[in-house]
């Protein structure tokens, strides 16, 4: 079965950068699409960052557009959330997901598998 682990969140001061990264197992066929999603305490799920497979079509959050990248490494196994000037507001529990493309969602993908998360703390 699939398999999704993240690794990468840690403790930074505002202004500061972050690189996470998901790492893909498991699979016996490719998912549409690859996204991140993160989720604070008492707070909704936010779709973050998507990358769309096939015609590596990218899709942010307005929160976080201009200050995260995503992207992939060459095997498409991985799958990173290039994280640039944060803030307190972005700190939260950041979990990659494998999905669905869904043009009606923030980030047109939705989760189907997810991994289980990995904290980023900005203060």
């Known amino acids: 079965h699939v398999q999704l682990v993240e690794s990468g969140g840690d403790s930074v001061q505002a202004g500061g950068s972050l690189r996470l990264a998901c790492t893909m197992s498991?699979?016996?066929?490719?998912?549409?699409?690859m996204a991140w999603f993160r989720q604070a305490p008492g707070k909704d799920r936010e779709a973050v960052a998507s990358i769309i497979e096939g015609i590596d079509s990218k899709h942010y959050a307005d929160s976080v557009a201009g200050r995260f990248s995503i992207s992939q490494d060459n095997t498409k196994d991985t799958t990173y959330l290039d994280m640039n000037n944060l803030k307190p507001e972005d700190s939260a529990m950041y979990y990659c997901?494998?999905?669905?493309?869904?043009?009606?969602?923030?980030?047109?993908?939705?989760?189907?598998?997810w991994g289980q998360g990995t904290q980023v703390t900005v203060s």
């Open positions: 997901a494998a999905g669905g493309i869904d043009y009606r969602l923030p980030t047109a993908c939705n989760g189907v598998n």
């Open positions: 498991g699979y016996t066929w490719r998912s549409d699409c």
